[in-house]
């Protein structure tokens, strides 16, 4: 399918605004820019009923954490977010759109994590703060109102990636119990040779990596309008000090030898993604592992749509979509208003 309306209107003001590719900017500019246009796609910041940032213990000292929580008394179902941007750009205010709906429309508390950045901090110092700080408010539910029997990992890009490997540290170790996963166009193998398959496979059945790529699909993986293989390769060279690190499952969730025991999972891919297809290979090894999942691919729609819903209709789709699948494996009832339509396993166009 040829790029939604919207996001050609998008990809149309970028190039008339000059807009510069993130891997072109120093790390300062990146990180100021990324916030900048999160903020400006993200619609308006809706009020939730609090609103406030804490600290938790990490492996390597206190991590800022910030809490969204709705009205309600006692302990909540909650979701642990770790926001994308590459595991290099990014804080707990570019999430903050995403977890305000998601916190409202659920209902839930949402915490975000500000785990440690690359460069300054290459892996594994993420994933190992992700981890901490969900076993933390797992082993100390009562100090932020936590339901722990109702503890749900998740994140966009780099933050899916973080989810899943903690979701493969948790199962390793030995807790925390996880009720869920919720991966919106995770990173799931940073091998550079990785496969690349084309689109069009429908995401309920296995993706061959011996596909020949889609040219049309190729051509959107170097615009430079767009995220495409520059920005993927950019962000990875920051984040894995050692190349071999790729190997690593906690880094590569999709190398990991067995998936089976893991939390039942919704992955959000984008059509004109170069995450897609890894993306949608990770939902079939955890589902052929008998992990329930959803799979959703939004047609027309390209990386980082989830996170600007004032931009493009299908990332409130997909927000209402997340939502619908925290309702259900939070155990919590699901408004009449609601389209169960979106959270079906397939194309949403």
Request: glycine residues 10%; contains cysteine; charged residues 20%.
């Amino acid at each position: 399918m040829s790029l939604d309306p919207q996001v050609v209107a998008y990809r149309a003001a970028r190039a008339a605004a000059g807009t510069p590719p993130l891997y072109t900017q120093t790390l300062a500019e990146a990180r100021a820019a990324d916030l900048a246009a999160i903020r400006a796609g993200g619609g308006d910041v809706e009020p939730v009923h609090e609103v406030r940032d804490t600290t938790v213990p990490g492996p390597a000292g206190d991590l800022r954490v910030r809490v969204h929580r709705p009205a309600g008394d006692g302990p909540l179902p909650t979701l642990v977010y770790f926001f994308g941007g590459g595991w290099t750009l990014g804080s707990v205010e570019t999430a903050d759109g995403i977890c305000r709906r998601l916190a409202n429309a659920t209902p839930c508390q949402v915490v975000t994590v500000g785990y440690r950045l690359a460069p300054e901090h290459p892996f594994p110092a993420a994933v190992l703060d992700c981890h901490a700080a969900t076993r933390w408010l797992a082993e100390h539910a009562a100090d932020l109102g936590v339901d722990p029997e109702r503890l749900v990992v998740g994140g966009d890009s780099a933050g899916g990636n973080l989810a899943a490997a903690v979701t493969l540290l948790a199962r390793a170790e030995g807790g925390p119990r996880l009720a869920g996963q919720l991966l919106v166009y995770p990173n799931t193998d940073q091998r550079a040779d990785r496969p690349r398959p084309g689109r069009g496979t429908d995401p309920a059945t296995a993706v061959d990596p011996a596909t020949a790529a889609d040219p049309r699909a190729a051509a959107d993986e170097q615009d430079p309008l767009l995220f495409n293989r520059h920005s993927v390769d950019w962000y990875r060279g920051h984040y894995l000090a050692d190349p071999a690190d790729a190997a690593d499952p906690l880094a590569s969730p999709l190398l990991a030898d067995d998936l089976s025991g893991l939390p039942p999972a919704l992955v959000v891919t984008a059509e004109h993604d170069p995450l897609c297809d890894e993306g949608e290979r990770y939902a079939q090894r955890l589902r052929e592992a008998g992990v329930p999942v959803r799979a959703t691919r939004y047609s027309g729609m390209i990386h980082g749509f989830f996170a600007m819903p004032g931009v493009f209709d299908a990332g409130r789709r997909a927000q209402d979509e997340a939502a619908a699948f925290l309702r259900e494996v939070f155990g919590l009832p699901t408004p009449a208003a609601d389209a169960p339509a979106a959270a079906t396993v397939g194309d949403a166009r």
